[in-house]
Structures are given as structure tokens and as C-alpha cells.
Nanobody, 121 residues
Framework: QVQLVESGGGLVQAGGSLRLSCAAS????????MAWFRQAPGKEREFVAA???????TYADSVKGRFTISRDNAKNTVYLQMNSLKPEDTAVYYC???????????????WGQGTQVTVSS
């Protein structure tokens, strides 16, 4: 099981960009598929993006074309590049890890503590 620590959140104006990072402990990071979720106040947590062993990404429709997920196995880190941010992207963003080559949410074994992203209009 990996330990996850997110960073990179902050306050940004609408239309701006942020890059979130999620650093994982351990030497088995490359065996995990990784994902980003977010939770806005008063709303349920929702899927944002996931990346497989091979680097293939999947995205929620709400972020497709604006967000890009990537991973650097040498650094045990997964990233979420967020461009063209909107006020509705405001949320706490969490990364998650699931053992296996492709993302399967039911196999999640680790969650980070979250990082706040606030987009002002």
C-alpha cells in the first residue's frame, strides 16, 4: 500500500492554470493505476481523471480538453495539469491509488489528504 501526499493547490482566477502533484511512498508505484477525484462543498466526491500503467488517461466529461493527467514513475508522482479553470472547478482534490494496470475504482487502496483548489470569477 502506498502513502499519498498531494500538493499544488491554491487560489487562481478563472481562466488560469494550476498543476497538482501527488507524491507516493514506496517502491511499487509503477504497479498502481492512479486517479484524481474532487469534492466541492455540499457535493459528493466525483471522478476527475485516471491514468493506467501505460500512461493512458481517462477523463470526466466536465474536464475533458482542459485537464491532463500524467505520471513520472521515476519520481513516484502523478500530476494533474488544470487549464482554463472555471469557478465550478473549486473543490478539494484528492489522489487515489488502485493496484493493477488499469483504473478500477473498487480496487482503491489509498487516498491522499487532499489539496484545496479555489477558482475565483
Amino acid at each position: 500500500q502506498v502513502q499519498l501526499v498531494e500538493s499544488g493547490g491554491g487560489l487562481v482566477q478563472a481562466g488560469g492554470s494550476l498543476r497538482l502533484s501527488c507524491a507516493a511512498s514506496g517502491r511499487t508505484f509503477n504497479l498502481y493505476s492512479m486517479a484524481w477525484f474532487r469534492q466541492a462543498p455540499g457535493k459528493e466526491r466525483e471522478f476527475v481523471a485516471a491514468i493506467s500503467w501505460s500512461g493512458g488517461g481517462t477523463y470526466a466529461d466536465s474536464v475533458k480538453g482542459r485537464f491532463t493527467i500524467s505520471r513520472d514513475n521515476a519520481k513516484n508522482t502523478v500530476y494533474l495539469q488544470m487549464n482554463s479553470l472555471k469557478p465550478e472547478d473549486t473543490a478539494v482534490y484528492y489522489c487515489a491509488a488502485a493496484l493493477g494496470p488499469k483504473w478500477i475504482e473498487s480496487l482503491v487502496s489509498s487516498w491522499g489528504q487532499g489539496t484545496q483548489v479555489t477558482v475565483s470569477s
